[in-house]
């Protein structure tokens, strides 16, 4: 059964910093790209960021609004994925997910179930 | 980036009824569109991906249909457990973008 468990979420004063991490089991995880999503209280989803699989040199992509404040990054060797999140701001408050990315497609097939980031001072 | 956007926003409807959501994107995406449904306090669960193929174990009352620019999801007949809110996503080109949402109600 393929699972996605988050955590490292928490509250945090504008300016600081906070790693998520996700723990990916049941599936090969080295296979597959995986993203970071967030969604603030009462919103809609948005992407932060990508990371591929080793075949495609664990390159990035990351929304502009996090690009150069967030990175995302992965352990395949531990089944895990990170996000370093740095200079927080409070519009950053939300759940974030982190979702696999379907082989072939990229869509996301599978989800974890959340982790809250609450950034207010 | 491309934008998409979703009609209705809010769509009240009868369990039993057909219902029908569109997502228009800002120029063309090919086929590289998914929807998700995502119910209160949970995460999104992948519906549909490539415009049209229902995802493994996802009832066959869904369906999606477009390319291009203009897609569609439709739910044949509505059951209790359908009313969520559902997002278009494209695929085509960083950043990946959803849709606002759709709200789904119980008339």
């Known amino acids: 059964e393929v699972q996605l468990v988050e955590s490292g979420g928490g509250l945090v004063q504008p300016g600081g910093s906070l790693r998520l991490s996700c723990a990916a089991s049941g599936f090969t995880f080295s296979d597959h790209y995986m993203d970071w999503v967030r969604q603030a209280p009462g919103k809609g989803l948005e992407w932060v960021a990508r990371t591929r699989n080793k075949a495609n040199s664990y390159s990035t992509e990351y929304a502009a609004s996090v690009k150069g404040r967030f990175t995302i990054s992965r352990d395949d060797s531990k089944n895990s994925l990170y996000l370093q999140m740095n200079s927080l701001k409070t519009e950053d408050t939300a759940v974030y997910y982190c979702?696999?990315?379907?082989?072939?497609?990229?869509?996301?097939?599978?989800w974890g179930q959340g982790t809250l980031v609450t950034v207010s001072s | 980036d491309i934008q998409l956007t979703q009609s209705p926003s809010f769509l009240s409807a009868s369990v039993g009824d057909r219902v029908t959501i569109t997502c228009r994107a800002s120029?063309?995406?090919?086929?590289?569109l998914a929807w998700y449904q995502q119910k209160p306090g949970k995460a999104p669960k992948l519906l549909i991906y490539a415009a049209s193929t229902l995802q493994s174990g996802v009832p066959s009352r869904f369906s999606g249909s477009g390319s291009g620019t203009e897609f569609t999801l439709t739910i044949s007949s509505l059951q209790p457990e359908d009313f969520a809110t559902y997002y278009c996503?494209?695929?085509?080109?960083?950043?990946?973008?959803f849709g606002q949402g759709t709200r789904l109600e119980i008339k």
């Open positions: 996503q494209q695929l085509s080109s960083y950043p990946i973008t």
């Open positions: 120029r063309g995406i090919s086929s590289y």
């Open positions: 979702a696999r990315g379907a082989v072939g497609t990229r869509d996301f097939d599978y």
